[in-house]
């Protein structure tokens, strides 16, 4: 009995055993076998299944090796000092902050706004009695007659008139009593309105702008105090296409005397403009203040696309007033020399390329070095959009030789604000102030249109003998013989340190 028992267990766990047997494995398709023998079509899938495995991995590294490349290339153009490369450069995009916060790359430690350390009221500021007194230049006068050149040149007068090269030489030689060109030659244009001459008259407190060619509509200042709208006379000077644009898309209201107005500014229409260039008239208003507006004691100059956001009076008590200071203009923000400015003028297709490099040739051959550490002043180019001024004899000196400059070569005046400085030396003294407080003074808005003339797009100076390029009435210094070999001039080289503007 005992035996029959042993025989039936073993026959039954023998029987287990050959069913375990045949359970196939799991990671075995079982269809392979259902032919009895292993499908040829196995080995293949296994080998294309690892094929496109390894093909997704090389791709993925060629890729992160292309990014990789891209990267390094991009850090080598943000620091090499080659131009070509320096240029190629966008130290705002979004690939260079990130290699700035990774510490890959420098970034300017600048910031663009900063706080200005204003005054805590405007109402509390105390206003100078006294003016600055005229040490060195006494007394100023200016040149109303064209003298029209030897050659036999009888052109109509020229705003800026025909100064010699004698002329603008002597001009810089310092005297007690000065008589110099400053424009508004008689018959050279710009006229303002009997009205609006009347009006100008009571102006001591100036806030003054301008639009021309139609290229803005005027921007309503904010935070304006009680005081400074009392005191200030805010002016917008403009041309006759400027006007019919304002009444065309804004609301332009005439007062009983015939006065026009926009919100808070009073509207100067000037009949016949100077020049053939919108640019070049537009210096006009912003270095000649104390010409159009000749009983202003102090003004303030802001650019027509601009919206003032900082009261007048605390400007004047911040950048003139507390230091003792009669002209205060801001550093740019990323050129100190006006080599490094005039490349990018010609980058951006400011004006024709040869006029930019005759107008530095004759700034370096007149003895004007780039700037560089040893220089007493923080920076030769300035951002001209934001003029603050006393007007005394200096100071009004100092404009009247820069609009020369102005109207005798480019219109460029970020050009020539060094150069007049230079050869003034230290008897003309000015507040350069940070670049990140001029940025807290405004708000930039949009021009209406941008512009542009055929003479920006000059890249050879063969071109210029075509007349219907050249300007009629400003530029003529660049198209006069110049005392002086010019030929033999090399001028420096230019490390570009930030995109062309």
Request: glycine share 2%; net charge positive.
């Given at each position: 009995m005992e035996g029959d028992l042993k025989r039936t267990r073993s026959l039954r766990l023998s029987r287990r055993g050959d069913r375990s047997n045949q359970i196939p494995a799991k990671d075995v398709d079982v269809s392979l076998f259902s032919s009895g023998r292993v499908s040829q079509d196995y080995p293949m899938k296994i080998v294309w299944k690892k094929g496109f495995v390894r093909l997704v991995l090389v791709v993925g590294i060629l890729w992160m090796l292309l990014i990789l490349l891209a990267l390094l290339f991009h850090i080598w153009s943000c620091q090499t000092s080659v131009s070509f490369l320096s240029a190629m450069c966008n130290r705002d995009s979004k690939v260079y902050t990130m290699l700035d916060t990774m510490g890959l790359v420098s970034r300017d430690s600048k910031p663009h706004r900063c706080p200005i350390?204003?005054?805590?009221?405007?109402?509390?500021?105390?206003?100078?009695?006294?003016?600055?007194?005229?040490?060195?230049?006494?007394?100023?006068?200016?040149?109303?007659?064209?003298?029209?050149?030897?050659?036999?040149?009888?052109?109509?007068p020229l705003f800026g008139g025909h100064p010699s090269w004698k002329q603008r030489e002597e001009s810089f030689k310092l005297k007690s009593n000065m008589k110099v060109h400053c424009g508004f030659i008689r018959g050279g244009g710009a006229e303002m309105e009997l009205a609006d001459k009347k009006y100008v008259k009571k102006c001591k407190f100036v806030v003054a702008s301008g639009i021309f060619d139609g290229y803005d509509l005027p921007h309503e200042p904010s935070n304006i105090s009680f005081s400074s709208k009392k005191l200030f006379c805010f002016l917008m000077v403009v041309d006759e296409v400027s006007l019919k644009f304002m009444r065309e898309n804004g609301t332009v209201k005439e007062d009983s005397a015939g006065g026009k107005w926009v919100g808070i500014w009073r509207i100067i229409p000037l009949k016949h403009p100077p020049y053939d260039e919108p640019r070049r008239n537009g210096k006009v208003p912003k270095i000649l203040t104390h010409r159009l507006f000749p009983e202003a004691q102090y003004s303030i100059w802001i650019d027509g696309k601009m919206e003032l956001i900082v009261d007048p009076l605390l400007i004047l008590e911040r950048y003139l007033w507390r230091g003792k200071h009669t002209f205060a203009i801001a550093q740019h923000k990323h050129h100190r020399s006006i080599y490094e400015e005039?490349?990018?003028?010609?980058?951006?297709?400011?004006?024709?390329?040869?006029?930019?490099?005759?107008?530095?040739?004759?700034?370096?051959?007149?003895?004007?070095?780039?700037?560089?550490?040893?220089k007493k002043i923080i920076s030769d180019v300035p951002e001209g959009a934001i003029i603050i001024r006393e007007h005394t004899a200096m100071s009004n000196l100092f404009s009247c030789l820069w609009f020369n400059e102005v109207h005798l070569f480019t219109p460029r005046d970020q050009l020539s604000f060094g150069y007049v400085a230079y050869r003034l030396g230290e008897s003309f003294k000015y507040f350069m102030f940070p670049n990140c407080e001029y940025n807290s003074l405004f708000v930039l808005h949009p021009h209406t249109r941008e512009h542009s003339s055929p003479i920006e797009w000059v890249k050879d100076f063969s071109k210029l003998r075509d007349s219907s390029l050249r300007e009629s009435r400003g530029g003529l210094g660049l198209f006069t013989p110049y005392p002086g070999d010019l030929d033999s001039v090399v001028l420096p080289n230019v490390t570009r340190t930030s995109k062309a503007g």
């Open positions: 350390p204003l005054s805590n009221n405007p109402d509390r500021i105390n206003i100078p009695t006294r003016r600055t007194p005229n040490e060195i230049v006494k007394n100023l006068s200016y040149v109303m007659e064209d003298e029209f050149p030897s050659n036999g040149d009888l052109s109509s005039a490349d990018a003028n010609k980058r951006r297709k400011r004006y024709a390329r040869p006029l930019i490099d005759l107008h530095m040739k004759i700034y370096y051959y007149e003895g004007m070095k780039p700037w560089s550490s040893k």
